[in-house]
Nanobody
Framework: VQLQAFGGGLVQAGGSVRLSCAASGRIDRNTAMAWFRQAPGKEREFVAAIRGIGGSRYYADSVKGRFTISNYNAKNTVYLQMNSLEPEDTAVYFC??????????????????WGQGTEVTVSS
């Protein structure tokens, strides 16, 4: 499985950005797909995860109510809609996937496929 993330860029605080992650493999009902981010000098942290196609969604507390993860089987693509962006959201965002869902969806090491990362910079 190959993942390609794109859609990052520079945005002002309060603005919105939508990230996309195109997967070469098929997404089925047990696939786990997630977004993580890594700010300079910090560890990679969980942002959001989705189970299968339009299944259960999970969010980090810091983005709950502002970010939305979604996917559509026809395009094998996972999206991260980010609204009300804050300077603290500045980071490189990575998409990740694994074939089988895990209750540890928030741990980076649970995922064996990763995209190359796309940078999001939020200016104040």
């Amino acid at each position: 499985v190959q993942l390609q993330a794109f859609g990052g860029g520079l945005v002002q605080a309060g603005g919105s950005v939508r990230l996309s992650c195109a997967a070469s493999g098929r997404i089925d009902r047990n696939t786990a797909m997630a977004w993580f981010r890594q700010a300079p000098g910090k560890e990679r942290e969980f942002v959001a995860a989705i189970r299968g196609i339009g299944g259960s969604r999970y969010y980090a507390d810091s983005v709950k109510g502002r970010f939305t993860i979604s996917n559509y089987n026809a395009k094998n693509t996972v999206y991260l809609q980010m609204n009300s962006l804050e300077p603290e959201d500045t980071a490189v965002y990575f998409c990740a996937s694994r074939s089988l869902w895990t209750i540890n969806y928030y741990r980076p090491y649970e995922y064996n496929y990763w995209g190359q990362g796309t940078e999001v910079t939020v200016s104040s």
